[in-house]
C-alpha cells in the first residue's frame, strides 16, 4: 500500500473506534471464466525455472540476482506456482536467509516487482540493501497468482505465507550452502503476510527453522475498514480484496455486490498496477461501488477469516514496525494488533513506534534497527 491519505478514516479512528481494523489491501485480477486446474509440480520450493534478472541501480552493486518459478500450495493444500527474485550478496556472504514480502503492487502479471522496477518501491529497495549488506540471501516472492496465470489471492494470508515459506525453500534449492535457519521481513501488504507466515511455520516449514518476523505497518482491522474504506479515496483497495476472496472463495460473486459503475472499470484491475486501480476507484460514493453502499455482513466475517493477522499464536518471536504519522495504515490499528498478538501466552513481540514517519518513510527509518534485530536472532 502506498501514500494515500484516508483522513475519514484516520479521523475516525482516533476518535475512538473499538472495532479491529484492516490495513490498506494490494490489487488481485479478476478470475478467468474458466476453472483453474492445478497440478502437482513437485514437492513445496521446486525450482521450476531460473534465469539471471537485472535489479533496481540502488542494488546491483550489492547483489547477484535469479528470477524464479517455484511451487508453493495453495490455502486447501493443492500445489500452485509463484514467481519472485533470490538476491546473492556479493560480499561478505553468509548462509542465512531472509525473505522479503513486498507491499501492495497490483493484480496483474506485469505487477510484479520480480520483472517490474517501477512497482519495486523505494522504500523496499532500502530495505532489501540493508539485508544484503548484512551479507544475508533474500528470497522475495511475487506471490502467488502476480507473474503466473491464476488470480491473485490478495490478501489471503495463508497465501502470502506459504508463499513466502516457499521462497526460502526454493532459495536453499538453488544454493545447497544456505542454513535452514530464516527471517520473515515484510511491509504492508507483505507485513501482514509475514505474520501469517509465522503462524504457519511451525506445522508448514518442515525441515526450515523460523527465527524471527518483522512487520512493518501491517494490514489489521478489517471489520472497521471494509465499513470505512467505501467512504475514502482507497476504495481500490476494497475492489482488489474482493477479487482476493473470490480466488479462494468461488461461492463469492464480487459482481453481486460491486453496483454498476465500480464493475464498469474492473478492466483497470488486469490493465494497471496500483495507482491506476486506485485512481480508477477514488471518486466513486458508496452507492456507486457497492450494492445498498456497504458490503454484506457475511463477506466481512469471510474477509475477517481470510484476512486479519494475530487470530493464531505466533511461533516465533515479532518485531512489528509503525510510523506514527502513516495515514494508510493507522497506528491505533497496529495498536489492537500488538495487544492481541501479546495476549497469547509465551509471545514474544516487540513493538516500535515511530514519532513523524508514515507509511512508506518507517520502512527506511527502521531499515538499520530490523537489520540489527535479525542479526540477534540467528545469533
Same mark, same amino acid.
Given at each position: 500500500?502506498?501514500?494515500?491519505?484516508?483522513?475519514?478514516?484516520?479521523?475516525?479512528?482516533?476518535?475512538?473506534?473499538?472495532?479491529?481494523?484492516?490495513?490498506?489491501?494490494?490489487?488481485?485480477?479478476?478470475?478467468?471464466?474458466?476453472?483453474?486446474?492445478?497440478? #502437482?509440480?513437485?514437492?513445496?520450493?521446486?525450482?521450476?525455472?531460473?534465469?539471471?534478472?537485472?535489479?533496481?541501480?540502488?542494488?546491483?552493486?550489492?547483489? #547477484?540476482?535469479?528470477?524464479?518459478?517455484?511451487?508453493?500450495?495453495?490455502?486447501?493444500?493443492?500445489?500452485?506456482?509463484?514467481?519472485?527474485?533470490?538476491?546473492?550478496?556479493?560480499?561478505?556472504?553468509?548462509?542465512?536467509?531472509?525473505?522479503?514480502?513486498?507491499?501492495?503492487?497490483?493484480?496483474?502479471?506485469?505487477?510484479?516487482?520480480?520483472?517490474?522496477?517501477?512497482?519495486?518501491?523505494?522504500?523496499?529497495?532500502?530495505?532489501?540493501?540493508?539485508?544484503?549488506?548484512?551479507?544475508?540471501?533474500?528470497?522475495?516472492?511475487?506471490?502467488?497468482?502476480?507473474?503466473?496465470?491464476?488470480?491473485?489471492?490478495?490478501?489471503?494470508?495463508?497465501?502470502?505465507?506459504?508463499?513466502?515459506?516457499?521462497?526460502?525453500?526454493?532459495?536453499?534449492?538453488?544454493?545447497?550452502?544456505?542454513?535452514?535457519?530464516?527471517?520473515?521481513?515484510?511491509?504492508?501488504?507483505?507485513?501482514?503476510?509475514?505474520?501469517?507466515?509465522?503462524?504457519?511455520?511451525?506445522?508448514?516449514?518442515?525441515?526450515?527453522?523460523?527465527?524471527?518476523?518483522?512487520?512493518?505497518?501491517?494490514?489489521?482491522?478489517?471489520?472497521?475498514?471494509?465499513?470505512?474504506?467505501?467512504?475514502?479515496?482507497?476504495?481500490?483497495?476494497?475492489?482488489?480484496?474482493?477479487?482476493?476472496?473470490?480466488?479462494?472463495?468461488?461461492?463469492?460473486?464480487?459482481?453481486?455486490?460491486?453496483?454498476?459503475?465500480?464493475?464498469?472499470?474492473?478492466?483497470?484491475?488486469?490493465?494497471?498496477?496500483?495507482?491506476?486501480?486506485?485512481?480508477?476507484?477514488?471518486?466513486?460514493?458508496?452507492?456507486?461501488?457497492?450494492?445498498?453502499?456497504?458490503?454484506?455482513?457475511?463477506?466481512?466475517?469471510?474477509?475477517?477469516?481470510?484476512?486479519?493477522?494475530?487470530?493464531?499464536?505466533?511461533?516465533?518471536?515479532?518485531?512489528?514496525?509503525?510510523?506514527? #504519522?502513516?495515514?494508510?495504515?493507522?497506528?491505533?490499528?497496529?495498536?489492537?494488533?500488538?495487544?492481541?498478538?501479546?495476549?497469547?501466552?509465551?509471545?514474544?513481540?516487540?513493538?516500535?513506534?515511530?514519532?513523524?514517519?508514515?507509511?512508506?518513510?518507517?520502512?527506511?527509518?527502521?531499515?538499520?534497527?530490523?537489520?540489527?534485530?535479525?542479526?540477534?536472532?540467528?545469533?
Amino acid at each position: 500500500m502506498r501514500r494515500l491519505i484516508v483522513s475519514l478514516l484516520a479521523t475516525t479512528l482516533t476518535c475512538g473506534s473499538a472495532a479491529p481494523a484492516l490495513a490498506a489491501p494490494s490489487p488481485v485480477l479478476p478470475v478467468p471464466s474458466h476453472v483453474f486446474q492445478w497440478t #502437482d509440480h513437485g514437492s513445496p520450493g521446486t525450482v521450476l525455472s531460473k534465469a539471471p534478472a537485472v535489479l533496481p541501480p540502488e542494488l546491483r552493486s550489492l547483489a #547477484d540476482a535469479q528470477r524464479i518459478k517455484y511451487v508453493t500450495t495453495d490455502v486447501r493444500g493443492r500445489s500452485t506456482t509463484a514467481t519472485g527474485l533470490v538476491l546473492t550478496p556479493k560480499e561478505r556472504r553468509k548462509n542465512k536467509t531472509v525473505a522479503w514480502a513486498h507491499g501492495t503492487t497490483g493484480l496483474a502479471d506485469k505487477c510484479a516487482p520480480s520483472t517490474n522496477h517501477d512497482v519495486f518501491w523505494p522504500e523496499a529497495r532500502v530495505a532489501v540493501a540493508s539485508l544484503l549488506r548484512r551479507g544475508w540471501t533474500v528470497a522475495a516472492t511475487d506471490y502467488a497468482g502476480i507473474g503466473t496465470p491464476e488470480p491473485h489471492p490478495y490478501l489471503v494470508g495463508n497465501s502470502e505465507g506459504r508463499a513466502i515459506i516457499d521462497s526460502v525453500r526454493a532459495a536453499r534449492n538453488l544454493d545447497d550452502g544456505l542454513s535452514p535457519q530464516y527471517v520473515v521481513d515484510g511491509h504492508s501488504q507483505g507485513a501482514q503476510g509475514a505474520l501469517f507466515a509465522n503462524q504457519l511455520a511451525g506445522a508448514y516449514d518442515g525441515e526450515l527453522r523460523l527465527r524471527g518476523t518483522v512487520s512493518i505497518a501491517p494490514t489489521s482491522g478489517v471489520e472497521t475498514l471494509a465499513a470505512l474504506i467505501p467512504q475514502t479515496e482507497g476504495k481500490g483497495y476494497l475492489v482488489m480484496a474482493l477479487y482476493g476472496l473470490n480466488a479462494v472463495e468461488p461461492s463469492f460473486k464480487p459482481a453481486e455486490v460491486l453496483a454498476a459503475p465500480a464493475e464498469r472499470k474492473l478492466g483497470v484491475l488486469e490493465s494497471g498496477c496500483l495507482y491506476d486501480i486506485l485512481g480508477a476507484y477514488a471518486t466513486l460514493t458508496p452507492q456507486q461501488l457497492l450494492v445498498g453502499g456497504e458490503l454484506p455482513d457475511r463477506w466481512v466475517k469471510k474477509l475477517v477469516e481470510y484476512v486479519e493477522p494475530g487470530l493464531k499464536r505466533p511461533t516465533a518471536p515479532v518485531f512489528v514496525v509503525q510510523g506514527a #504519522d502513516d495515514v494508510t495504515v493507522p497506528s491505533t490499528l497496529t495498536d489492537a494488533l500488538v495487544e492481541r498478538l501479546r495476549a497469547y501466552d509465551g509471545a514474544s513481540v516487540r513493538y516500535d513506534e515511530l514519532p513523524g514517519e508514515d507509511h512508506d518513510s518507517s520502512v527506511i527509518a527502521s531499515a538499520d534497527r530490523v537489520a540489527n534485530w535479525i542479526a540477534q536472532r540467528f545469533e
